[in-house]
Each structure stands twice: as C-alpha cells, then as structure tokens.
C-alpha cells in the first residue's frame, strides 16, 4: 500500500491499561489477578485491568458498591500513585522522541506521532516502537495509524480490541479503515459523548462507517460545528493540529478532596495554602505569572441529607505574579469573603477545595504598573525553596501557613512505593 505523498500518517501509541501497568511492573504478584487503581481518597475506580473489566467493574464506580465483589474474587484495590505514573509516562515520551521528531503527547498515556517519510514501512516501524517502549520501560502499549488524528484514534480503538492487529493497526488503506468501521459503535469514537450519541442513535446511526457517511450539514445541526468536524476526520480529512509545540497554557487549576471533612477556617486555610503553593510551583516550572486567582470549597454534594453549601471567590493579582507567598495570601484572603459563620467551624463539612489561576502570561510579558509596590517580593526565596524541594523531595520545605498535622490531607491507605522518583522508596532485590 503506497501512501500519497501529500497525507501526513499520524499514529497514536496508547499505553494499556496504564495505571494498571506501572504497578504491576514493579509488584508482579499483580499480574495476572483484578486489580483497580482508586481515585482521590480512595473511592471510586479510575482505571481497571483486563480481569477486573471481565468482573463487570464500571470507570469511576464507587468502592462501596463493589465491595463484596472484590472480596469474592480477590480484586486488589490501590490507591493512586500519581508521582510514579507521570514519571513512567516521562520515560515512554522519551523513548518515543528517537523514533520520530515530531511528537504531540495528548495525555499521560496517549502519545501522537508523525510518521511521515516512512512510507510503506511505516507499520514495521510502529512495531518496533511499540517493541522499544516495551524493552525500556516494561509499560505494553497499543498502535494506531490513520491519515488524521481521529482515525488514528480509532486504529488504536481496533488494536487493542481485535487480536489480528498484533497491537498495531493501520487504516491508511481505504478498504482497511472503511471493514474496521463498521464494526466499531458510534459511541466508541474520539470526540462522542453519550448524549452526542444518543442523538446519533435516534438517527439510525450506529456505526463509525455510518457517521463518515452523514451529511456535513446534518452534522452541525446534530452536534454543531464540533460533530462536523469530526465526520470529516473520519473522511480523511485532517481538521485537528497537530501541535508538537504545546500551547501556551491559558489557566491552571489545583484541587483536591479533602480525607477529612473541613469544619474550621483555619484548616480550610492550611489546605488552601498547600493548594496555593503548588499551583505557584507550577507557573515557575512554565515560566507564568498569573492575572486571577479563584478559590472554591463545597461539601458533599453527594449527601443531600446533610446541610449543603458552596462558595467561590476571585481576586485579581497587581501585579501579576508567581511568587508564593502572594498567592497564598491572596488565596486566604479571597476564602475569608466566601466563609460564612463562627471561624472556630460552622457546622459544614467542606471536602474538596481548589485554587484556580487564569489570565497566564510568560514572566517576561507582565505588564509594568504604574504604582508598583515599594518593595517588591524577592524572588531569590522562591528560588531557594524550590530548589530545596527539588533536591530532596516534594514538601520537604514548606510554609508554615500549610499546617502540621494535615488533617485535610486525601486519604491514600493503599498508595504502592514511588518506586523512580523517592530514593527512601527504591525497590529492595533481596537474592
């Protein structure tokens, strides 16, 4: 099959069942057993190995729900290691980068990639790719290839599901992607959510092959110019960039649940401050200063016969800033407005707060004020402290504004070893 020179072959190379994966790679007694990773203060399932799929656990259902299923057949359940997973998927992205020059990482699991010049060896060199991933960092993955992003999706859909592929499935050939297409659901397709699809299906369509074949007009109407867009991707027709420069970053967000309901101002505080801290950590890592700053704090939605309540409040940073300790008294100052009752606890249980940047320039475009403070905030001390925290472990230094006891702190009972990135935490060989 030769491919036209004016069509940029794009593959998509998933990692399987990623989270899954990083664990098992350093704990081999999960191999091969159920085994679900927990979200935030151990919860829900936020991703699940093949065996546990097989049992019938559902993405994000509640643990409680599940519970005498996984005792039945011995599911084993961990909390996230998020730490050990953004390495690993550093480590797959750096693996990829000596098999083509052009990389768009979509997520931490997703990786596009340019095949363009590869011509009719294209699919060999994808699986050897998918080899070296393998070798280097022990994570199995899956491979797509298509004329647009959409369809390189799909391709990945397909290799994983059907075992003809041998893990790397090519739809350049127009006969290849139209057999795969009809036989993979509408709902399956990158870009469908379930009430896309659900008027897709009360319009008889069902199938990929019957979406690339509804007319551009009807599609917008369906689903606007985002459904439009995406049928003609399934045509071949590339409508989505692809960006191997990442964007500038418009906003940032730090936010977590609570293992602790939050009753007091000052713990509510002491969790805002951490969030506030990281999130300034973050604009130094990209080079950003930040124009706004929202806090919010919620109890349970998820326990209506309990007493409910929701706050959020903005602030504008003049100047625009990335130090540290203005945005942590920024942030206490904006939930101060938002808190209603005795300061010492008013009787809600706040369990998930968060700290929201928006208005994101590159620290050399902040814009000058004409009344700029008398003294401004050195940055050596930011400086200082990250470089502390970077050498010897996330939070070694911190704020005394962030508490000590952490009661707030989410909840990880079952969190595995940060096998690559703590050097307390390297994996013992015991012969």
Not at 13 to 38: A, H, K, M, Q, T
Not at 180 to 194: F, K, L, T
Not at 227 to 254: N, S, T, W
Not at 364 to 384: H, I, K, N, S
Request: charged share 25%; glycine share 8%.
């Amino acid at each position: 099959m030769t491919v036209p020179p004016f069509v940029r072959p794009i593959a998509l190379i998933d990692c399987n069942n990623f989270y899954v994966s990083c664990e098992r790679l350093f704990d081999v007694s999960l191999r091969g057993v159920p085994v679900i990773i927990l979200s935030n203060n151990d919860g829900c399932a936020v991703a699940r190995s093949d065996e546990a799929k097989a049992l019938g656990i559902r993405m994000g259902q509640p643990v409680f729900q599940i519970r005498e299923l996984m005792q039945r057949h011995g599911v084993r359940a961990l909390s996230s290691n998020y730490t050990l997973y953004g390495d690993l998927s550093r480590r797959v992205v750096e693996v990829l980068h000596a098999w083509s020059p052009r990389l768009d990482v979509y997520s931490i699991d997703e990786t596009f990639v340019d095949l363009s010049g590869f011509g009719d060896g294209m699919e060999q060199h994808a699986a050897r790719m998918r080899s070296a991933v393998r070798v280097e960092t022990g994570i199995p993955t899956c491979v797509g290839i298509g004329p647009t992003k959409t369809l390189a999706k799909l391709a990945n859909f397909a290799a994983k599901k059907n075992p003809i592929f041998s893990g790397v499935c090519n739809l350049m050939a127009p006969e290849i992607r139209d057999y795969v297409m009809r036989r993979v659901p509408v709902a399956e397709i990158w870009g469908v959510g379930r009430a896309t699809a659900g008027k897709l299906q009360a319009q008889g369509i069902g199938s990929a092959a019957e979406l690339r074949d509804l007319p551009l007009p009807l599609a917008r109407k369906i689903g606007t110019v985002v459904l439009e867009r995406l049928v003609a991707e399934l045509r071949g027709v590339a409508c989505i960039d692809f960006e191997d420069v990442p964007p500038q970053r418009k906003g940032m967000a730090v936010t977590r649940s609570a293992g602790t309901p939050m009753t007091s101002f000052d713990v509510l505080a002491e969790a805002l401050a951490a969030h506030a801290t990281r999130a300034a950590e973050k604009l130094r890592q990209h080079g950003l200063v930040a124009g706004t700053l929202t806090v919010f704090f919620h109890t349970n939605r998820h326990k209506p016969d309990r007493p409910q309540h929701s706050a959020s409040r903005t602030v504008r940073l003049r100047p625009m800033s990335n130090h540290t300790f203005d945005l942590v008294e920024a942030a206490i100052a904006a939930a101060g407005r938002g808190w209603t009752g005795d300061p010492s606890g008013n009787g809600h249980g706040y369990v998930k707060a968060g700290v929201i940047l928006d208005d994101l320039l590159p620290d050399a475009e902040r814009p000058a004020l004409l009344f700029a403070p008398d003294q401004p905030r050195d940055a050596r001390l930011t400086t200082a402290l990250d470089a502390i925290n970077d050498r010897f472990g996330r939070k070694t230094m911190v704020l005394a504004r962030e508490g000590v006891s952490r009661s707030w702190a989410t909840k990880a009972d079952h969190r595995s070893p940060r096998y690559t990135t703590r050097i307390s935490e390297l994996p013992v060989v015991r012969v």
